[in-house]
């Protein structure tokens, strides 16, 4: 069982910056992929970006590139989403998700199914 704790969520202004971290419990973190979702209001979730269990690949969201870094630190058990040049758009609600150890089934890992952990939630609110 792994529990994954978010934050840095919190109310900005446009053009600003976030950055979001995601603690995991256990010691199994550094075998797992990692993602952000997002899920605001009237639309559905919507995936953002994800890293391998190494960190070497980052995969994201048109919607994102360019402004969004997915990072992590295995030593911490923390996974890490800095957002820049944020839009009122972005406002949402976003979770961490972690993969199966080992989870071989996907590349990209773009899909919530592709997950099996999820955190609680962080709100990011970007006013205009």
């Known amino acids: 069982q792994v529990q994954l704790v978010e934050s840095g969520g919190g109310l900005v202004q446009a053009g600003g910056s976030l950055r979001l971290s995601c603690l995991a419990s256990?010691?199994?973190?550094?075998?797992?992929?990692m993602g952000w979702f997002r899920h605001a209001p009237g639309k559905e979730r919507e995936f953002v970006a994800s890293i391998t269990r190494s960190g070497g690949r980052t995969y994201y969201a048109d919607s994102v590139k360019g402004r969004f870094t997915i990072s992590r630190d295995n030593a911490k058990n923390t996974v890490y989403l800095q957002m820049n040049s944020l839009k009122p758009e972005d406002t949402a609600v976003y979770y961490c998700?972690?993969?199966?150890?080992?989870?071989?089934?996907?590349?990209?890992?773009?899909?919530?199914?592709?997950?099996?952990?999820w955190g609680q939630g962080t709100q990011v609110t970007v006013s205009s």
């Open positions: 998700a972690a993969a199966n150890e080992y989870y071989s089934g996907s590349v990209e890992f773009r899909r919530p199914g592709e997950y099996n952990y």
């Open positions: 256990g010691r199994t973190f550094s075998n797992r992929a």
